[in-house]
């Protein structure tokens, strides 16, 4: 399949930014790459309106002045997390310099002590790499499950990137079934995002409103007797650094119980630090703005 004209240019363009990006220090890379997509990608693309969209959507009584800084701070942390994941030994050092917490690690410990497989999920939240690459460092053999890009000439750059920082990777599909399956009956570790719009997902409960949710991850937790884990990479104030959180394992149950656990775990994050999710995406694109009943 050709790659079109629209995607060559869109490539080229940021494959320029990036490369001119990686020429600078580390410490200056980040947040002017973040200015860059805050300042000049995200008007040009829309995106505060998209964000502010779903705001309206699912948070309508947050203060204007709220929303206003929440769409400040959503594309600068994107353009943060795309040059960070590109900056490879570099972002690692940083992912893996603040040891992991919370109630999450020894679990894991145990888990990988056992031979016993393991499903990481996380956000696209403060930089959703970054909880991969600090538990990589940690001696875990972590995989990861991605979506690859439409833009397929933009595509096979990020997988190397993303490579770089831990492997093996497996693209969503048939293409990594079978590798993937093999990771996890060997005892390896699985990191999958929560939070894509799937079409064919169930229609559960995210900041109240039905926003259609995979439940892959609790499937193949329930299929391989693998631990079911909440991590997270959170962006310190100072834009660089980040605390790395495990959470407890998710208890087995319906497939459709422990995504929802999931899908609660991110928006607790998500409400203690809304800058940090990526509200540019349409998480909530055909689920009707139905609200959730408990």
């Known amino acids: 399949m050709q790659v079109s004209l629209k995607h060559r240019v869109e490539n080229a363009v940021l494959r320029g930014l990036i490369g001119l990006a990686l020429a600078l220090p580390y410490r200056v890379r980040v947040p002017l790459f973040g200015w860059v997509v805050g300042r000049i990608v995200a008007p040009l ?3 505060r309106r ?3 969209a779903n705001l309206a959507l699912v948070w309508p009584d947050l203060p204007e002045a709220e929303a206003a800084k929440i769409c400040r701070e959503v594309p600068d942390n994107v353009g943060r997390t795309v040059i960070e994941i590109y900056s490879g030994s570099e972002f690692i050092a940083r992912a893996a310099a603040t040891p992991p917490v919370g109630p999450g690690i020894a679990a894991l410990d145990a888990a990988h002590a056992a031979g016993r497989a393991v499903i ?3 956000g696209h939240f403060g930089n959703y790499d970054a909880s991969r690459a600090a538990l990589a460092a940690r001696g875990f053999p972590i995989g ?3 979506m690859p890009m439409k833009n397929r000439a933009f ?3 990020y997988e190397a990137a993303i490579s770089a920082i831990a492997a093996p990777i497996f693209p969503r599909g048939k293409p990594g079934l079978a590798a993937m399956v093999r990771h996890l009956r060997g005892g390896g570790m699985l990191g999958m995002l929560v939070d894509h719009n799937m079409s064919h997902g169930a229609p559960l409960g995210f900041f109240g409103v039905e926003a259609l949710t995979a439940l892959s991850a609790a499937e ?3 299929k391989y007797d693998a631990l079911l884990v909440p991590t997270y990479g ?3 104030p100072d834009g660089l650094s980040f605390e790395i959180v495990v959470e407890a394992p998710i208890p087995p149950g319906t497939p459709e119980q422990m995504t929802q656990a999931l899908n609660d775990s991110l928006e607790a994050l998500v409400r203690r630090h809304p800058g940090q999710w990526f509200w540019v995406h349409r998480r909530w694109k055909g689920g009707g703005g139905r609200k959730v009943v408990r």
Request: charged residues 15%; positive net charge; hydrophobic residues 50%.
């Open 120 to 122: 990481l999920v996380t």
């Open 155 to 157: 595509n096979a750059h």
């Open 144 to 146: 990861s499950l991605y």
């Open 50 to 52: 998209r964000i502010r």
């Open 220 to 222: 193949l937790a329930l």
């Open 234 to 236: 959170i962006r310190q």
């Open 45 to 47: 693309a829309g995106w």
